[in-house]
């Protein structure tokens, strides 16, 4: 699922991978249902009673797949999530093709999407 994440300061233990612990914190916590693909991919999301968005705390969390860097659980966190079904915006980032954010295969661009 294309998503932004935007953190509200600069504590740690924050990475550039960290939107992908987000992402399992709060389907593993929230109410939100995820619909997977046959690849194993996320397709699409829905929220209880029809809703387009969530916010609430996110427990603290062992990751698995994206350990803290400073060990042990990532601690509680208040999150937020909306679901846009149309928006006009401009993205400007660096794009990688794999997971790592190492600088290895990275483009910068910028995307204008009405």
Known sequence: IPH??????????????????L??????SSSITVTYGSDSKPLHLSF????????????AYNSTQYPNPDGGPYPSTYGFIQIYEQFDVVF???????YLWNGVDCETFRKSID
């Open 48 to 59: 209880p009673s029809g809703s387009t968005e969530w916010s609430g705390v996110l427990p």
């Open 92 to 98: 400007e980032a660096v794009c990688c093709v794999n």
């Open 4 to 21: 932004v994440t935007v953190i509200a300061d600069q504590t740690g233990p924050y990475t550039a991978v960290y939107s992908n612990v």
């Open 23 to 28: 992402w399992q914190r709060l389907i593993e």
